[in-house]
């Protein structure tokens, strides 16, 4: 099965850095877009930015300038850094990718979620 498994989620002081990755696995021919979303308590769940398989990136007008999103595709793995943190940035951050297994077609998988808490 396809899992995605993010990791790096913590706690940081406002006006920190942290560096988010979310690395697939099982059964996987090609991965096409990933993605980072966030929802935060009582919020929808929101895109944060996507980055195609040639690494074309886009960003919520609300990170632009401060996260970049990148991926190595040989490690099947996608990554957010996320610089100059507000307490507005606090949520869980799921990753998102959409994938062609052996068996099916191209299909969007979802990671778990991982806990950012921003301090002010």
């Known amino acids: 099965q396809v899992q995605l498994v993010e990791s790096g989620g913590g706690l940081v002081q406002a006006g920190g850095s942290l560096r988010l990755s979310c690395a697939a696995s099982?059964?996987?021919?090609?991965?096409?877009?990933m993605s980072w979303y966030r929802q935060a308590p009582g919020q929808q769940r929101e895109l944060v930015a996507t980055?195609?398989?040639?690494?074309?990136?886009d960003y919520a007008d609300s990170v632009k300038g401060r996260f970049t999103i990148s991926r190595d595709n040989a490690k099947k793995t996608v990554y957010l850094q996320m610089n100059s943190l507000k307490p507005e940035d606090a949520a869980v951050y799921f990753c998102?990718?959409?994938?062609?297994?052996?068996?099916?077609?191209?299909?969007?998988?979802w990671g778990q979620g991982t806990q950012v808490t921003v301090s002010s």
């Open positions: 998102n990718a959409d994938i062609r297994t052996g068996w099916s077609r191209r299909q969007p998988y």
């Open positions: 099982g059964g996987i021919l090609n991965i096409y877009d």
């Open positions: 980055i195609s398989s040639g690494g074309r990136a």
